[in-house]
């Protein structure tokens, strides 16, 4: 049985992960990039009898009942080469999506994590929301793109924090340039997440099925990847939260996950966000958590 990892040969964690798996445990490990189809990389699908195969460049053809597990690292959509006709191109690229998209969401393996559970993700609201009926403290959170409602949240909390609605950019605080009618014209191209900033410390969790590990950051910066050496300790999560990480990734569909929280001065975990594929590379180096060998479990 074979274990796929979809992300690309550029990728620090799924390349981490593919040599982890192969030299630790001598599985069996395929990467696959999936902008190597159609042009590199052959499919095929029998609906009615619910199967079919994937050949990758090296000529490896996989079942996709050979496959025990997936960890979706990231995928990067079909690669589908410029063509002359635009209505050629758009119907070449849809259906090789619609193909791949197809074996992906059919195939009875393993996923870390699954379609639906990266789908969720997409949909960051959707995330918040039902992270907040399991009775979790979220911020006071708006998704907009009416100024009206910009003005009036951030005249009832004074200080707020914005970021992309599906994420690609780093949070910011709203300072009162913001506010101006020519910044809030730019709500007409997109909408945007505004909260409430939440005081405390960073707190990482991350879920590896039943295991639960907890990680401390310390910095300055409001958004910590945005500095390039935090500091980063173990954190020792109470027994009702560690509870509580397991709900969280339980509602989400999420096997493995990096969960974000803000740990306040009064000792509240306020949710953030959780990540299905969460880098933790930096986090295991700086504290030794098991964070590679507990993926990995989930894999095999």
Not at 104 to 122: E, I, M, Y
Not at 170 to 191: I, M, S, V, Y
Request: charged fraction near 20%; aromatic fraction near 10%; proline fraction near 8%.
């Amino acid at each position: 049985m074979t274990i796929v990892i979809l992300g690309s040969y550029d990728d620090l964690h799924a390349c981490h992960m593919y040599h982890y798996l192969r030299d630790r445990y001598a599985a069996d490990v395929e990467l696959i990039d999936s902008r190597w189809f159609p042009t590199q990389m052959q499919l095929h699908f029998v609906p009615q009898r619910r199967e079919g195969f994937l050949r990758v460049p090296s000529g490896r053809q996989l079942l996709g009942t050979d496959i025990q597990a997936v960890y979706w690292r990231c995928t990067h959509g079909v690669a589908v080469p410029p063509l002359p006709d635009l209505d050629q191109r758009y119907i070449a690229e849809y259906d090789a999506q619609g193909l791949w998209e197809s074996f992906l969401k059919d195939l009875p393996a393993r996923w870390v994590n699954s379609w639906q559970a990266q789908q969720l993700h997409r949909t960051k609201p959707v995330q918040l929301a039902r992270v907040a009926q399991l009775g979790v403290a979220i911020p006071a959170t708006i998704v907009t793109n009416d100024p009206e409602q910009v003005k009036q949240f951030a005249a009832a909390h004074p200080r707020c924090i914005f970021k992309p609605v599906q994420g690609g950019a780093h949070a910011q605080r709203l300072e009162p340039h913001h506010l101006e009618d020519e910044h809030l014209l730019h709500l007409r191209l997109a909408p945007v997440t505004i909260q409430e900033e939440v005081p405390g410390t960073n707190i990482r969790v991350f879920v590896a099925g039943e295991q639960v590990f907890a990680c401390e950051i310390r910095t300055p910066h409001l958004d910590y990847r945005d500095d390039p050496q935090p500091l980063l300790l173990v954190h020792q999560l109470p027994q009702p939260m560690i509870s509580q990480c397991r709900q969280i990734a339980q509602v989400l569909d999420l096997l493995w996950t990096g969960i974000d929280f803000r740990w306040t001065p009064q000792g509240q975990y306020v949710f953030l966000e959780a990540n299905p594929s969460p880098m933790f590379l930096g986090f295991e180096q700086a504290t030794g958590l098991p964070l590679s060998d507990s993926l990995a479990s989930l894999l095999l």
